[in-house]
């Protein structure tokens, strides 16, 4: 058998469970139970970025739902076994199971894709059932002739969408394989199928309308079960008290499950636990390259939003889905709604974010590129910047900065609050490899423009900036404030006043100042 009550998925479940990092999603399984045959359509696609736990529940629901095995031992330690309907649905099915992202190692073609598993399923019927579909045009006629009914789990639905060598008369008709398939066929109990790519983004019509969609931006139903939850993390740094909560928050969090709990790439904290060290450890980079490419070729629709995002300014917008009938990444909504699908930004309550510390690295390439103009220059210098700030040197970061505040961008006005707070986001991008910055934080008796917590032993900065007054009025009110009790567990912390003069008339119009004084705790 091929893929009808196969064994893999159920071993490599089993494997997973065994592991010490494993955290329970069980629950997922009680939650389908409403889409078990009940006349109101049955048919599920959850789509998340790469290494978001996918593969993982579609091998957990083959292992509970298969016939011909008893994985009771797996699910009695688990928490489905505490939910009313647990052993109602336990190794009941006849279930195919697919994981679209497995090809021939010489798949040159769509046809060299769709050969093999078509006659998958043929050789699994025959087999099983005594069939002789031969005689029978369409694959539904096949399952039609078994008078036996199955649950479809359908892993990596949109693998095959990546090849280059498919092309659109490929996709329609991988589409109507997959709708003659599944859709509206009476032999099918449930389909759960999963993705990367929300079905609408190929799909027009009523191709396959047929399934009920929970994405990152709609879902309202499963958003804690892929991801891990706040609670789970800290689960896990009980466990392991090696791995600091703290740090696993600033790396790898910054998703939302749709009642508003943090959300963390499961992947990056698995890996962070197994290394014993937080970094980028989420690999799949293909998308983030793809929509690099798209920023740079619309820079007037979507420059000024990452521009914001990396200076941690919400950007609010109402994201409309991924658009079925503009296949190419053109409009602005179309690219940011990309970017929340393949999880490079966060959406929730109608604003967008850059959720963590591991995706800012990956912004901090794309605003480098050549092709964002005046922003790669300050970014280019940022390291400098940093540098002439930790040396105390305040004539060179004066320069520094004022240069860099010049620049004739379009998304600076150079007297608006929010403008100047981009700007120096970027003259300090390099920093964010050092510290955990935060701008408008609030601590003390007030808020400071930006402060930088060290990851290390490093100093920590303050800064805050005067528009038309004197660095040392914004070194007082630092000291004034008590700015510096959110890092006052530092040794030393570095008080930067900025001020420069925003009015025509004045001698030094433009004209920038820089106070360090090195503040010991």
Not at 185 to 197: D, E, K, N, R, S
Not at 257 to 276: H, T, Y
Not at 467 to 480: F, L, M, Y
Request: net charge negative; hydrophobic share 35%.
């Amino acid at each position: 058998m091929r893929y009808l009550n196969i064994k893999n998925p159920i071993d490599k479940y089993m494997n997973i469970v065994r592991n010490p990092l494993y955290v329970d999603k069980s629950l997922l399984i009680d939650r389908l139970f409403l889409y078990l045959d009940n006349g109101l359509g049955h048919d599920v696609c959850v789509t998340r970025p790469r290494r978001f736990g996918k593969t993982v529940n579609a091998n957990m629901l083959a292992a509970y739902y298969t016939k011909g095995y008893d994985t009771q031992s797996i699910f009695d330690k688990l928490k489905i076994s505490q939910c009313d309907d647990y052993l109602m649905h336990l190794n009941q099915y006849n279930v195919i199971y697919i994981d679209f992202s497995r090809m021939d190692d010489e798949c040159s073609s769509y046809s060299d894709y769709i050969t093999p598993i078509k006659e998958g399923l043929k050789a699994d019927l025959v087999s099983q059932y005594h069939i002789e579909p031969e005689s029978y045009e369409n694959v539904y006629d096949w399952f039609y002739s078994t008078n036996d009914r199955f649950i479809f789990i359908l892993d990596e639905w949109d693998s095959i969408f990546y090849k280059n060598f498919m092309q659109y008369e490929d996709k329609l008709k991988y589409l109507e394989f997959l709708k003659n398939l599944v859709k509206d066929q009476t032999y099918v109990i449930m389909t759960y199928m999963t993705g990367v790519l929300p079905i609408a983004k190929y799909s027009s019509g009523s191709a396959l309308n047929n399934f009920d969609e929970f994405n990152f931006i709609n879902d309202t139903e499963f958003s804690d079960l892929f991801g891990f939850t706040e609670e789970e993390v800290k689960g896990l740094c009980s466990r392991y008290p090696y791995m600091k909560y703290e740090n696993l928050e600033y790396w790898y969090d910054g998703y939302y499950c749709e009642d508003g709990q943090k959300l963390f790439n499961p992947r990056s904290v698995s890996n962070a636990f197994k290394k014993k060290k937080c970094l980028n450890y989420w690999t799949e980079t293909g998308p983030m390259n793809e929509i690099s490419e798209c920023i740079e070729h619309n820079v007037d629709a979507v420059k000024k939003d990452i521009v914001d995002l990396v200076s941690d300014i919400p950007v609010k917008i109402k994201l409309q889905g991924y658009s079925a009938t503009d296949k190419a990444l053109k409009t602005r909504n179309n690219i940011l709604s990309a970017m929340v699908i393949y999880g490079f930004l966060t959406y929730y309550n109608n604003q967008l974010y850059i959720p963590n510390h591991e995706l800012m690295l990956k912004y901090e390439d794309v605003l480098s590129r050549k092709s964002m103009g005046g922003v790669n220059d300050i970014v280019e210098q940022s390291e400098h910047i940093l540098e002439a700030t930790l040396n105390k040197d305040e004539e060179l970061l004066a320069d520094m900065i004022e240069k860099s505040h010049d620049k004739e961008i379009d998304l600076f006005h150079y007297n608006d609050e929010n403008s100047i707070a981009c700007l120096l986001s970027l003259c300090y991008l390099y920093a964010r490899n050092y510290y955990h910055i935060r701008r408008e934080d609030k601590t003390g008796k007030g808020r400071c423009d930006m402060i930088f917590r060290p990851l290390n032993g490093m100093p920590a900065i303050i800064i805050e900036l005067k528009v038309n007054g004197t660095p040392q009025e914004a070194i007082n009110q630092i000291i004034n404030k008590n700015y510096m009790q959110e890092v006052e567990t530092c040794n030393e912390i570095l008080l930067v006043g900025i001020s420069y003069q925003s009015n025509s008339e004045h001698p030094e119009y433009k004209k920038h100042h820089v106070k360090i004084v090195s503040y010991q705790t």
